[in-house]
Each structure stands twice: as structure tokens, then as C-alpha cells.
């Protein structure tokens, strides 16, 4: 189904939060259906090119989505001394696995995606965000709930990726935001081990979710570093959580992430560097007050259910 540019009934309305939409124009529909977890659709915006959009939710855009991977991945990776084991939690269009094979030192990166199809729809529309990756010897992918596949499992990771959409009451996230999931996150570290954690917007208005990541792994982990990028994508700050039993990421100088950068032999970074880095933990004074001041702990009994479709 194609539509016409000059058209200006053809928009694509993202809710950010409940007091805010975002409108992007609707060039092409190139996939539209219902998998048994959420409802998918694959389409081409003027602005941000093909993009992945769950339950309602803009995911993903092959036009800025290296912003948020890069952040999300490369900060974590770059933080561990020798990354060898990864773990992705989500991650369904393969762009986080994509960033953490960059890595020439991981040797086995597993990826635990519930919903199979997206895989699927993203290998067909999103070829642009793999970019191969799901096809490297060195990836183990699985189709089922990641926090399952965490209990039943005994083995360690030097690197955790929690890139998981926002925790709706309809989606099949929101027990992987909690104090009892992260607790089995950490005892699935290895001894400098760090995890990275897609946390929600960083807009002024609409910091419940990003507050409340942040104190629920503080509940947890001793090191807990907020991160937050511009992503247009999802229409400005996005915030991210960084958390380790020993690894402080917003301690490393813009000087040693660059240093390490070369020396791991990382091309083609179009975001993520020592300054990017830098910038990331320069946060605003709002945003470090909201985060001293707003302390919802999110529990198995206790979740935390954003705004719906």
C-alpha cells in the first residue's frame, strides 16, 4: 500500500507519553499484522526512513537507530575490560546484537527474543539494522521469555543487554523491569560484569519510568549510572541505565573511551565516542533532582504499567 507524499491525511501517530503524540508522514505500509505477543508494523516514514513500530510504539528507525544502540551497547562493552559473553534481552530487529559483535574479543554473544516473528519481519524489511548479524557463527538465538531462559540458566555473561520496549499492562515486558528480574540478572554476571538497560524517556514531563528503573536496580546493584541520548526518533532524551557490581561506566574520561575504542579496532561508530560519552552523564539539573527524589521500587507484586496504545 503506497501513499502519496502531498497527502496530509497519511501520518503516523506515536504516543511518547499521555500528553504527548508525535506525527510522522506515512510514506509506505510494507507490513502490517498481529503476532501472538503484540501487534507489528514495518513502514516507511519521510523522516526516519523503514521503521518498526509494536502495539502503537515507534521501536525502531533505520535513519538515527545507531544513536540509541551505540549508547546501549557500546558504553557497556567499552566499560568491560574484555568482553567475551553477551546476553541481549529483546532486541528483536538484531541491532544490539549487531553492535556487540563489533567486538572482535566476544566470542559468543545470545540473544533472547520472545517474539519470533519481529526477528523475522525485521530479516525481510530491516535488513539495514543486522546487518548480518544474526547469521555470525558467533550468535545463539532463542525465541522465548528471557527471564525464563535466566532461571534455567547457569551461565555467566560479561555484558547484559536489557533492550526491551516500555512496560505497557498489554505487552509481554513488564516483569522484566523488576527488582526480582534484575536480581537475576546479577547473579548471571561475571565478576566485572555490567548490564545496560533501555529506560524510557528523559523528558521533564515524563520521567516515572527512567526514575523508577534507576531505584529498582539500586536496589540491587551497588553502581547504578544514568546515561540519556537524543534520540528524534522518540521525540528527544532517552534515558538509559548502566549497572555493575564493580564497573562504573560515567567515571571513564572521554581520553580512555577513545583509547579503547582504537585499540579494540572499532570501525564505522557513527554516535558513540569519548566526547558522545561525556555528554551521555552530563546530566541536566532537573533529571538529577527528579532522580534523588523519585523512588518507586517496581516489584513482581508491585509492577510498573505505562501509558497503552
Known sequence: ???MDDDPHNWLSDKLSKDLVQQHRLEEVLYEGKTRYQLVRVVRLASLGN???????IQSSENDEFIYHESLVQTALIAH??????????????????????HKSVKKAVMV?????VT???RKYLPALSRGAFDDKRTELYHEDARAFLEKSKEKFDAIVIDLPDPIEEGPAYRLFTKQFYGIVQEHLTVNGIISVQAGCAQMTDLLNLTAVYHTLQSVFPIVAVGVVNVPTYGGPWGLCFASNKIDPARLSPKEIDKRIAARKLKGLKFYDGLAHQGMFSLPLYLRQALARQRRLVTDKNPLYLYGK
Open 1 to 3: 500500500m503506497i501513499f
Open 120 to 122: 523475522q519481519l525485521s
Open 51 to 57: 521503521t518498526l513500530v509494536l502495539d502503537g510504539k
Open 81 to 102: 575490560p574484555c568482553p567475551e559473553k553477551v546476553f541481549i534481552a529483546g532486541g528483536g530487529e538484531g541491532a544490539a546484537l549487531r553492535e556487540a559483535l563489533s
Open 113 to 117: 527474543e520472545i517474539d519470533g516473528e
